[in-house]
C-alpha cells in the first residue's frame, strides 16, 4: 500500500483533516488519531461495513442517493492496557466523557439513533465515502480543541448521513492519563463548547437551564465528577 506523506503548518484537529481529504485518492477516507492503534483488520472491517449496509434499507438516507456512499461508520476504541490505565481512565470511558461506547453498545452492527448519532461521530475512528468528507468539510473558524467532529456530526446528521457502528473494527488509544491531565483536558473543552456554541446556534451540547444548575451544584463534590465538572465550568466561564 503506498504512503503519501506530506506536512503542513500547526493547525487546528479540523483543518488538518480538510487538508488531508484534499490528498485522498480513495473512495473512502479513515479518520483515526495519532495515537490511536489499530487491528490489523480494522480497515478491512470498515469496507465490509460500507459494502453489507449498502444492501440494507434505512430510511432516514437522504434523498437521491445510494445508500453504500452515504453512511458514515464508526469503529470500536477503547484504552492501550500497555499504557497503565489509571482510574480516571477507567471513569471517562464509563462515563463517556472519552468515548461513550458503552451508551451505543445496544447499536453494535446497526445504526445509532439520528436524533443523538451526532454525539459519537467520533474522528479518531470513523470512516466514510470521500466524496462525503469533501462536501461536508470541518470548521476552519474553530481554534480550541475538543467538540469539532460532534459539531461536523451534527451537520452529517441534518444532511440524513447515517452513522453506523462497527465494533469489529478494533482500535486502541495509546494514550495514558492522570486525573491532573484529565481536568487540564476537561477545563480546555469548556472553553471549546463555549467557543462552538457561539459559532453554530443547534448545536446542543452546552448544559443550560436546569442542567446547568446541576453541574454547578455537582462541581462542588469531592469526587471524580464533581472535579470534572468544576474544571469544565472553569472553561465555560474562562
Known amino acids: 500500500m503506498p504512503v503519501h506523506y506530506f506536512e503542513i503548518p500547526k493547525s487546528h484537529q479540523g483543518s488538518a483533516r480538510n487538508e488531508g481529504v484534499k490528498h485522498a485518492k480513495g473512495k473512502y477516507c479513515l479518520f483515526i488519531g495519532d495515537d490511536i492503534f489499530l487491528e490489523p483488520d480494522a ?35 477503547t484504552w492501550d492496557p500497555e499504557v497503565g490505565i489509571t482510574p480516571v481512565m477507567r471513569w471517562l470511558e464509563k462515563t463517556g466523557w472519552q468515548f461513550g461506547y458503552g451508551k ?37 473558524d474553530v481554534s480550541h ?29 495509546h494514550h495514558r492519563i492522570t486525573l491532573e491531565d484529565s481536568l487540564k483536558r476537561m477545563e480546555i473543552i469548556g472553553k471549546s463548547l463555549a467557543h462552538i456554541s457561539q459559532k453554530n446556534a443547534e448545536f446542543d451540547r452546552m448544559p443550560k437551564g436546569w442542567k446547568w444548575w446541576i453541574y454547578r451544584m455537582v462541581s462542588i463534590l469531592p469526587t471524580m465528577r464533581g472535579k470534572h465538572y468544576r474544571a469544565l465550568l472553569k472553561g465555560i466561564n474562562s
Open 43 to 77: 480497515c478491512e472491517k470498515h469496507l465490509e461495513a460500507h459494502r453489507r449496509v449498502a444492501l440494507r434499507p434505512f430510511d432516514g438516507l437522504r434523498a437521491g442517493s445510494a445508500q453504500g456512499d452515504t453512511i458514515a461508520v464508526l469503529g470500536l476504541t
Open 145 to 173: 480543541y475538543g467538540w469539532e467532529d460532534i459539531e461536523w456530526g451534527l451537520r452529517l446528521r441534518q444532511a440524513h448521513i447515517p452513522l453506523y457502528y462497527q465494533p469489529d473494527a478494533k482500535a486502541l488509544h
Open 104 to 140: 451505543i453498545a445496544k447499536y453494535a452492527h446497526n445504526f445509532i439513533p439520528a436524533p443523538v448519532q451526532h454525539r459519537f461521530t467520533y474522528t479518531s475512528h470513523l470512516s466514510l465515502p470521500t466524496s462525503i468528507a469533501r462536501e461536508y468539510a470541518f470548521r476552519d
